[in-house]
């Protein structure tokens, strides 16, 4: 059990429309951080919070975002939802500095019909 | 954009083979980590290397970090049907920008270990 938690673990939805993805972070960890994980891609890290406020940003699409509140848990949102969306959304933490290992939840699958 | 590769993709082998997994990159790394994943969860931290031509052992796992911090290989001896599953390595850029965090991420190699 790494620790983060991460609802639902399934989701199926239809195109154009909206999802929420939640995940609360290990206990003590500042940052929270999401990937996307597709058969073609593999794992991309789409966005980065750290104590509430971004940090970072790869591969995220603008109809996608993110928010980090207070008490540190973190949720994203997809929006105008396409067939290739579909893929496992994984949460991951850290502590507060580089180069600490980030442990990741289960993740939520998302399937879009 | 900076890549990762990692080889090979897919590897079925007999137990009690050896093998090993490759991660390379023509760009510094200022840190790698080795996660495995299995079917339905996350991927579970390995271990993490950091100083150029470092060398860390997780029971019958070897990995070593290349002495430029390009490359990174793990080795398995007398792979077991237990050690089936998803191995990905994950990079952080020495030079990233922006305090960037964001691990960048092998596409994996399948390991299949037939009994």
């Known amino acids: 059990d790494s620790g983060v938690t991460q609802t639902p673990k399934h989701l199926i939805t239809a195109t154009g429309q909206r999802v929420t993805l939640r995940c609360s972070p290990r206990s003590g960890d500042l940052s929270v951080y999401w990937y996307q994980q597709s058969l073609d891609q593999g794992l991309q890290f789409l966005i980065q919070?750290?104590?509430?406020?971004?940090?970072a940003k790869g591969n995220i699409l603008e109809r996608f975002s993110a928010q980090q509140f207070p008490d540190l848990h973190s949720e994203l949102n997809l929006s105008s939802l396409e067939l290739g969306d579909s893929a496992l959304y994984f949460c991951a933490s850290s502590g507060d500095s580089s180069n600490q290992p980030q442990h990741f939840g289960d993740g939520t699958r998302l399937s879009i019909l | 954009t900076q890549l990762l590769e990692q080889s090979p993709q897919f590897l079925s082998i007999q137990e009690g083979e050896n093998l090993t997994v490759y991660c390379n990159s023509s760009?510094?790394?200022?840190?790698l980590q080795w996660y495995r994943q299995e079917p339905g969860e996350g991927p579970v931290l390995l271990v993490t290397?950091?100083?150029?031509?470092e060398v860390k052992k997780l029971k019958r796992l070897t990995f070593q970090f290349g002495d430029a911090r390009k490359d990174s290989s793990l080795h398995i001896t007398a792979a077991q049907p237990g050690d089936t599953g998803l191995y990905l390595c994950a990079g952080l850029w020495e030079y990233s920008g922006g305090g960037a965090d964001g691990l960048t991420f092998g596409k994996g190699t399948h390991l299949i270990i037939q009994p």
């Open positions: 290397v950091v100083t150029g031509g």
């Open positions: 760009s510094v790394f200022s840190s």
């Open positions: 919070y750290y104590n509430g406020e971004e940090r």
